[in-house]
C-alpha cells in the first residue's frame, strides 16, 4: 500500500510553515485592533452593568464565556456583513454612514447629555464610528470587514476580557479592599484582631470615613468619590497582578506545544468559535455557520425554552420549563443547561464517562464519611467545603496530574528550556506568539514578582514561595481540564490559601502572612475563570493564522488585559459610588469578604500545626490519581479516564454532571448507530446548542434594558 500524508493536511502545513504569499488575504492588520478593541471594552463595561445593575443573566462567570460568544455573533453575523455589503459600492457605504450618524443624533440628542458610563452608548458611538471610517476607506477600494485571522485576534481579546471583567478579577479587588473597614465591628472583632496584622504597605483602602461613600453610595453619605485613596493601593496590587498574568500567559505560550501538537487535546470550548471563524468565507456576506439548518435546529431549542422564562418575568400567567430535578440517586439532582450539553458533546467519550462516574463515586463516597463520622474540624468555603478531607483528596489529586503530565512532557519542556538559553535543542519557536526565550524570562520574572511582593507585605520568603508556586500549579491544573474536558464549569477542590494555610498551619504561616495569603482569595479562590485557561483555549485558534500574524496576537491579549482589567474596574467603582455596593451585588460585596476576614480571625484565634490528617487524604488522592493515569496508559481496555477524580466532590459538578452524562449518552449511541459520518453531521447542531443558548441571554439582555426589566436570569450554571 502506497503510503503518503494525505493532500489537505500537507497543504495545511505547507501554508502553516510557509506564510510567504497570504498576507494579504488573511494576515491581520489595524482593522482588527480596531473592532478588537472597542468590542473588548465593551463586554468590560458591559458584563459588569447587566449582573450589578440590570441583575440579569451573566455573561461573563464562567468558562463558556456567552457575552463573548454574543458579541462575536454581532460582528460575524451582523457587522461584517454590513461592512462587505458597503465595501461593493461606495454609495451603499455613504447612506450606511449617513444613517448610522443620523440615527445617534435623533436617539441621543441633545449630545450633552449622554451618559460616557452607558454601555449602550459606547457601543453606538463604536458603530457610529466604524461606519464613518469606513465611507473613506471604501473610497480607496478597501472595508472594515475582517478576514478569518483579524477575527481570531478579535475573539482571542473577547476571551481574556471575559475571564478579568467579573468573577475573574472585578469583583474580588475591590469590595475586598475595602470591605474590612466597613464592616469591622466589635462583634466580628475585625478591627482588634486583624487591623494589627495589616500588610506593611498601603495595598488597603481606606478613605477615613470607613469607607461608606463606596458601599452606600455619594448621594446617600453626601460626600465625594476619594480618589486618592485608591491610587497607591492599587498601584501595588497592578504590580503584583502584572506578575501574575505574565505568568500565565507564558505558562500557556511553553504548554501550548506540548497539549496541541504532541498530545492532542480537543479543546471542546473553542470548537464553536472555530466553527464561527472558519465559516467566514471570502466573496460571500453570510457566514457558512449561519447558513446550515442543522445549527439553527439546536439554537431554537434554547432560545424557545430560553425565551418562556424570559416572558414569564414580565407576564407571570405564561408557564416555562423547569429544568432540574431531583433524581433516586442519594443527594443527586440533576440540572439541564444547554451550552454545557453543547460543549460535552465534543469531549472524548472516555473523558467524559470518567466525569459523570467520578461525581456518582464521590457522592458515594461522601455518604461514606458521614456515616462514619470522619468530619474535619476545618472549615473551607470554596470547593469541597462540606468535607474538608474529600477536599485535600481532591487537590492532591489535581496535583499528581499536573507532575504526571509536566513528566510525560518532558521532553518538550526541557527543550523549551535549551532553547531560550540559547542552546539546540531541535524545536522551533518561530510559530509560537512568543518566543520561548520571552516566555520563560517571563514566567520566573512574574514568579519572582509575586513572591518578593508577598515578601515586601511581611509574608515568609519561603511561605510566599510556596504559596505562589502551589496557585500555580492549581491554575495549571483547572487549565488542563477545561483543555481537555472542556468543562465550561469547574473550580479547584481546594483553593491555594485554604491549602497552605491549612495544610501547613497557621504557626508556620506566621501572622502576617495568613492575613497576606486571605488577601490571596482576590486572585485565587472563588474564581471560576482565569486567563491562564482562557489564553491557553484561544491560543487553539491561531493554528491557521500565518506566523507573523502569531506575534502579533501577544499584544493584542496584552491589550485585551489592560483593557478588561482597567474597564471593569472602572465600571465596578462607579456603580458602586453611583448606587451604593450593598445595592448591587449583596454576594461579591458583603458575603464574599465576609468569608476572606473570617477565615483570616479563625486562622488567627486558633493557631495550627500541620494538619496530618488531610496531609494524608492529599497523599492518598495523588497517589489514587497516579495509579489511574498509570492503569490508564497500560490497559487499553480500561473505559474511565481519571481526569473526574480532582474535581468528583466539587458543588460545581452537581449542576454540570448530568449535561456531560446526557452528551456522552447520545454520543455514544450515535456513534454505535450512525458511525463516525454521523457524529460529524451532527456537531452543528450541538454547536447550535451553544449558540442558542448565548443569543438568548444576549438579546434579553439587550429587550430588558430598553424596556427597563430588572432581574431576568435566564440560564445560569450555578
Known amino acids: 500500500m502506497k503510503r503518503v500524508v494525505p493532500s489537505a493536511y500537507a497543504a495545511f ?12 488575504q488573511t494576515g491581520l492588520s489595524w482593522r482588527g485592533f480596531w473592532t478588537g478593541t472597542f468590542l473588548s471594552f465593551f463586554l468590560a463595561i458591559g458584563a459588569p452593568y447587566a449582573s450589578m445593575v440590570m441583575h440579569a443573566s451573566f455573561m461573563a462567570l464562567d468558562f463558556n464565556t456567552p457575552g463573548a460568544i454574543f458579541l462575536f455573533l454581532i460582528l460575524i453575523g451582523g457587522l461584517n456583513v454590513i461592512y462587505k455589503l458597503a465595501s461593493r459600492r461606495v454609495s451603499t457605504a455613504a447612506v450606511l454612514c449617513a444613517f448610522a450618524v443620523g440615527g445617534f443624533l435623533f436617539w441621543y440628542w441633545p449630545i450633552n447629555d449622554l451618559d460616557p458610563h452607558s454601555p449602550s452608548v459606547v457601543f453606538n458611538v463604536f458603530l457610529v464610528l466604524s461606519a464613518v471610517l469606513n465611507l473613506p476607506l471604501t473610497i480607496r477600494g478597501s472595508s472594515l470587514a475582517l478576514n478569518r485571522s483579524e477575527l481570531v485576534l478579535v475573539y482571542v481579546m473577547l476571551l481574556i476580557v471575559s475571564a478579568l471583567c467579573t468573577m475573574g478579577l472585578s469583583y474580588q479587588l475591590m469590595p475586598i479592599l475595602t470591605a474590612l473597614f466597613y464592616y469591622a465591628s466589635p462583634e466580628n472583632k475585625w478591627e482588634e484582631k486583624l487591623f494589627p496584622h495589616l500588610p506593611k504597605h498601603n495595598i488597603m483602602v481606606d478613605d477615613g470615613d470607613e469607607n461608606r461613600s463606596f458601599y452606600e453610595g455619594i448621594e446617600s453619605t453626601g460626600g465625594s468619590i476619594p480618589y486618592d485613596a485608591w491610587v497607591e493601593p492599587l498601584l501595588w496590587w497592578g504590580v503584583f497582578l502584572l506578575g501574575l498574568y505574565t505568568c500565565m500567559v507564558c505558562a500557556a505560550v511553553i504548554l501550548r506545544r506540548q497539549w496541541m501538537e504532541r498530545e492532542r487535546l480537543p479543546y471542546p470550548l473553542m470548537q464553536v468559535g472555530q466553527a464561527m471563524i472558519d465559516g467566514e468565507e471570502e466573496g460571500r456576506l453570510s457566514n457558512r455557520l449561519f447558513r446550515d439548518p442543522v445549527m439553527w435546529m439546536g439554537a431554537a431549542i434554547p432560545l424557545f425554552i430560553g425565551s418562556l422564562r424570559a416572558f414569564s418575568r414580565y407576564h407571570v400567567g405564561i408557564p416555562f420549563m423547569n429544568l432540574n430535578w431531583a433524581m433516586p440517586f442519594p443527594m443527586v439532582r440533576a440540572f439541564v443547561n444547554f451550552a454545557l450539553i453543547g460543549f460535552s458533546y465534543f469531549i472524548n467519550t472516555q473523558v467524559a464517562a470518567g466525569i459523570w462516574v467520578f461525581y456518582l463515586l464521590a457522592k458515594i463516597e461522601r455518604s461514606l464519611l458521614l456515616l462514619t463520622g470522619m468530619s474535619s474540624v476545618q472549615r473551607i468555603t470554596y470547593g469541597v467545603s462540606d468535607l474538608p478531607f474529600m477536599a485535600y483528596q481532591g487537590v492532591g489529586a489535581l496535583l499528581a496530574m499536573v507532575f504526571v503530565g509536566l513528566w510525560i512532557g518532558r521532553q518538550h519542556l526541557g527543550a523549551v528550556v535549551a532553547t531560550a538559553l540559547g542552546r539546540s535543542s531541535g524545536i522551533d519557536d518561530s ?17 519572582l514578582t509575586m513572591t518578593v511582593w508577598l515578601w515586601l507585605m511581611g509574608t515568609k520568603a519561603w511561605v510566599a514561595f510556596l504559596f505562589v508556586v502551589l496557585a500555580l500549579l492549581i491554575f495549571v491544573g483547572i487549565t488542563r481540564l477545561v483543555c481537555e474536558a472542556g468543562l465550561a464549569a469547574v ?3 481546594m483553593t491555594a490559601p485554604d491549602l497552605t494555610m491549612m495544610g501547613l498551619g497557621s504557626q508556620l504561616v506566621g501572622s502576617s502572612g495568613v492575613l497576606d495569603l486571605s488577601l490571596a482569595y482576590i486572585w485565587s479562590a472563588d474564581i471560576r475563570v482565569f486567563i491562564m485557561a482562557m489564553c491557553a483555549n484561544g491560543l487553539k485558534l491561531i493554528e491557521a493564522m500565518d506566523l507573523r500574524s502569531r506575534k502579533t496576537v501577544f499584544w493584542a491579549i496584552v491589550l485585551a488585559i489592560f483593557i478588561g482589567a482597567i474597564g471593569s474596574c472602572w465600571t465596578v467603582f462607579h456603580i458602586a459610588y453611583e448606587q451604593g455596593g450593598i445595592n448591587v451585588g449583596n454576594w461579591f460585596f458583603k458575603g464574599s469578604p465576609a468569608v476572606v476576614y473570617d477565615q483570616a480571625l479563625r486562622n488567627l484565634e486558633k493557631p495550627t500545626g500541620i494538619y496530618w490528617r488531610g496531609i494524608w487524604f492529599l497523599l492518598g488522592g495523588g497517589g489514587a490519581m497516579g495509579l489511574m493515569m498509570w492503569i490508564r496508559h497500560r490497559f487499553l481496555w480500561w473505559p474511565l479516564h481519571p481526569i473526574g477524580l480532582p474535581i468528583g466532590g466539587n458543588y460545581m459538578m452537581e449542576r454540570v454532571w448530568f449535561n456531560v452524562f446526557l ?44 424596556t427597563g426589566k430588572l432581574g431576568n436570569v435566564i440560564f445560569v450554571i450555578g
Not at 509560537?432 to 520566573?444: H, I, K, M, N
Not at 452528551?663 to 450541538?686: D, E, M, P
Open 491 to 493: 473550580r479547584a477542590p
Open 431 to 447: 510559530d509560537e506568539t512568543l518566543s520561548y526565550r520571552s516566555a520563560v524570562a517571563g514566567f520566573f520574572g512574574g514568579l
Open 663 to 706: 452528551a456522552w449518552l447520545v454520543k455514544r449511541l450515535i456513534l454505535r448507530f450512525g458511525g463516525a459520518t454521523t457524529y460529524h453531521q451532527s456537531q452543528n447542531f450541538f454547536l447550535g446548542l451553544i449558540v442558542g443558548e448565548a443569543l438568548c441571554n444576549g438579546l434579553w439582555l439587550v429587550i430588558d434594558y430598553f
Open 13 to 24: 502545513l505547507h501554508n502553516r510553515l510557509n506564510p510567504t504569499g497570504q498576507q494579504t
